[in-house]
C-alpha cells in the first residue's frame, strides 16, 4: 500500500472517530436534558403540592423543630414534612407518593395522582405528630396507687422475715447431713468393732 493511501486512511479514521464523539456527546446532551426536563417536572407538581399545603404548614409553631417542609434538589426532588417522612414523585412522574422511613424500612402512607388525598395524608401525619411532641412535653405519666400504712410496713418487713427463713432452713439441711453422716458412719464400721455391739445389747 502506498504512503498516500494510508494518510488517507488514516485521515478517515480520525474524522471518523470525531464524528463518533459529536455524536456521544450531542446524545450525552439530549439525555441530561430528559433528565433535566423530568426533574423539573417532579419540581413543579411537588410545588403545586407544597401550595396546597401552604395554609397547614402556616399552622404549625415557628418553634416546632419536628418539620422540614422544604423541597430538595437533586435528581429526585423530595418534598420533606420530616426527618423521616417525604413526598416524591413516582416513575410516571404523575402520582405522588407520601412516604416513610420506619425501623421495619419504608412505608407508603398515600399513593395518588391527585393532590387531594395526598395533602389530606400530609395533614393527618402533621397533627399525629404534634399531638405526639405535646403530651411528651407535657409529660403525661398515670400515677400509680399508694400503699397503706400496713401494706407498706408488711412489705419492708417481708424482706427480713425471707433472710430468716433462708438462715434457719441452711441450718437444718446442714444438721440433717451432719445426723446422716454419723448414722452413716457408725453403720460402715459397726462390724469392725464387736466389743462395741457386745456393750451396747446388755442396755
Known sequence: MSEAGQS?????????????????KNAAADRADVVVDMREASRTRLELLAQELQPVFADVPADDPSFDFA????????LWIDAVAHVAMGRDRRTYRFLR????????????TDIAPVADQVTRYIAERMVERHRAIEGDVEVLPR?????????????????WRGFFGGLGLVLLGGVVGVVTVAVAMWDRFPELETLLSRF
Do not use: W
Open 8 to 24: 488517507a486512511v488514516s485521515v478517515t479514521n480520525v474524522r471518523s472517530l470525531s464524528d463518533a464523539m459529536r455524536e456521544m
Open 71 to 78: 423541597i430538595s434538589s437533586g435528581e429526585q426532588p423530595r
Open 101 to 112: 422511613d420506619t425501623r421495619l424500612g419504608r412505608v407508603v402512607l398515600a399513593e395518588s
Open 147 to 163: 400503699h397503706s400504712e400496713t401494706e407498706e410496713a408488711v412489705a419492708s418487713a417481708a424482706p427480713y422475715r425471707s433472710a
